[in-house]
């Protein structure tokens, strides 16, 4: 009996008999025609080369997360499911989550060095004006430059490596800061040396290209948040793709309550203070400030969110590039920006340089109309005072530190506030 009723089942094809039949015990394994297991399918996202600008590479910022974009475990905030595609290749930015583990995710901002415009256009000036064709191989033609296969000698490098580059970071360059550089570059394994020994010929590259093109991750690398310094955390590139802690612009926080918008006034104050004065004796200035210079992480504790303006004075060894010898120019030194324009002379940079471009642009801003009229006229007059060069920073902290709160809102400072003077 047993045996005809698996007989059947191996046959039957109407369901409610196949019910009745596994009802009676009918053992599958001795069925002749069996349905074989589905195997699970596992949603698959796929990038184009072109989107990263892996296509690009060596040309290119690097390749040290690229793995965690293929492994999805760094995602867009809007590529949740298989069915979506990536977002427009043409946003300058875009939100993220990242994971180590797939339980856990946190927030990262995925940014191009410039935008996907600039670099083809950047890109189309490298093959016209090296090999005199419209398209081409990028890195073919940028390894026959004359900087670069200077670079390719060098052991070291030293400030006439640089001359030229339009980055705010190496207009008055150091010995000691340029060692900095090679020392941190992430990008590669870490060797802790000054010496470009353990730099690979695509490696010297893809920095001289970063350094070319937009800075901003080359400070992240060597000036780390767990230092203390005010800069998101560097978790790598992909192509012409940075990754690194996500903060909010400070444009977001220009209608805050009175409370966040005295504790952000302070922050920002105290971060200027710090990128003047640091135990490492290098002055940080601002070519440019706006909107999205600075950033709020969760906690509230405010950054430097855009470091791509930032240029940096050694006062311990001065600048070891004269500024005459800035006017040297070549393919490197017109990525992104135009040819001709002129640098910024170190001499010309002031102590509270940053201090009046942060009072002309973003203070008032942030500042307006928040406060009591006593208190909001004395903050007024400062920041006229201040963007024209005059007073200082102390005169504004000393009427903002009452406006402050001491609460969960802050949760960098909180609750540590509630035992401390300084807050």
């Known amino acids: ?5 698996c007989c059947l089942c191996s046959r039957v094809a109407d369901p409610l008999m196949l019910l009745l039949v596994l009802a009676l015990g009918c053992d599958p394994s001795t069925a002749a025609t069996a349905s074989p297991s589905v195997p699970h399918i596992k949603p698959s996202y796929s990038f184009g080369r072109t989107f990263l600008g892996l296509d690009k590479c060596n040309a290119c910022i690097g390749t040290s997360i690229c ?5 999805e475990e760094i995602r867009f905030d809007t590529w949740l499911s298989s069915h979506l595609k990536l977002p427009p290749s043409s946003l300058l930015s875009y939100s993220g989550n990242y994971t180590d583990d797939a339980k856990s995710w946190r927030l990262v901002d995925i940014t191009r060095l410039t935008s996907k415009y600039q670099h083809d256009r950047a890109d189309k000036r490298i093959c016209t004006s ?32 640089v001359q030229g580059l339009p980055s705010p970071l190496l207009r008055c360059p150091s010995q000691r800061l340029l060692d900095r550089i090679v020392r941190r570059y992430a990008e590669v394994p870490d060797a802790g040396s000054i010496y470009m020994d353990h730099l690979t010929d695509r490696d010297k590259l893809r920095l001289l290209y970063t350094l070319a093109v937009n800075s901003h991750p080359i400070l992240l690398q060597i000036f780390p948040d767990v230092e203390g310094w005010p800069f998101p955390r560097y978790l790598g590139s992909c192509g012409r793709l940075v990754v690194s802690a996500s903060t909010r612009p400070l444009r977001d926080f220009f209608g805050a309550t009175p409370e966040v918008a005295a504790d952000l006034a302070l922050q920002l104050l105290a971060v200027l203070g710090s ?3 640091n135990d490492l004796n290098y002055f940080f200035y601002f070519t440019h400030v706006d909107a999205g210079t600075f950033g709020v992480f969760s906690n509230g504790h405010l950054f430097i969110r855009d470091a791509s303006t930032l240029g ?10 004269m500024d005459g010898q800035q006017e040297y120019k070549d393919i490197f030194s017109c990525l992104t920006v135009d040819c001709q324009s002129a640098l910024v002379s170190c001499d010309s940079i002031r102590e509270k340089h940053s201090l009046v471009m942060v009072c002309q642009d973003l203070l008032p801003k942030l500042l307006a109309g928040k406060f009591q009229p006593p208190v909001q006229g004395r903050i007024d007059a400062f920041l006229q005072r201040c963007a024209r060069g005059l007073g200082e920073p102390a005169e504004l902290a000393e009427i903002l530190k009452p406006l402050r709160s001491c609460d969960s809102r802050f949760a960098y400072r909180y609750p540590d506030c509630r035992y401390s003077d300084k807050y």
């Open 130 to 161: 090296l090999l005199k064709t419209k398209t081409c191989s990028l890195e073919r033609a940028l390894r026959r430059t004359q900087r670069f296969q200077k670079w390719l000698r060098a052991k070291r490098l030293t400030p006439d490596l």
């Open 67 to 71: 793995k965690k974009f293929f492994k």
């Open 312 to 321: 940096v004075i050694d006062r311990e060894e001065g600048s070891q590039l």
């Open 1 to 5: 009996m047993g045996r005809w009723i």
């Open 275 to 277: 990128m003047a004065t």
